[in-house]
């Protein structure tokens, strides 16, 4: 091999290896420019549903809240009226919704409990005792 071809393979190599140094600093830009922008795009959609979120909770929040003041009402209310409100409770409770395992015993929503705990009249435990409620209720009713 003579020595112009040896220079000339040598120039050839280094602009080879020229050129590969700059596609992979092409790529390797590129590759971080991608992932910024990603980035960017991902903190954008985690910021928007964040939005989201925390606008569910507060609409959340608020049911609570008015919940909880609903329920603290109920002592202001007359007996008559919680008598009245019981009533339509239980004219809409579905037995069967209420039963359990063992048979006639009932589980009530916490509701009604405090419904029968402010009018003073015992709790029935199982499905008899519902229309002896009832009666004590509407006894309850003609007194107020």
Request: hydrophobic residues 30%.
């Amino acid at each position: 091999m003579s020595r112009s071809t040896e220079q000339q393979l040598n120039t050839e190599y280094e602009k080879l290896d020229k050129l590969r140094s700059e596609q992979c600093q092409s790529l390797q830009s590129q590759w971080e420019t991608y992932k910024n922008e990603q980035k960017q795009y991902r903190k954008k959609d985690i910021e928007s549903r964040q939005v989201e979120f925390d606008k569910e909770l507060a609409i959340l929040d608020n049911k609570r809240r008015q919940k909880w003041k609903n329920n603290d009402s109920l002592e202001d209310l007359s007996k008559k009226e919680l008598s009245h409100q019981l009533l339509k409770k239980l004219e809409g409770f579905d037995l069967e919704q209420g039963e359990t395992n063992t048979g006639n015993i009932l589980r009530l929503p916490t509701d009604f409990l405090e419904l029968f705990w402010l009018l003073e009249i015992d709790m029935p435990i199982t499905k008899a005792e519902i229309l002896e409620a009832t009666d004590q209720i509407k006894k309850k009713l003609k007194e107020y």
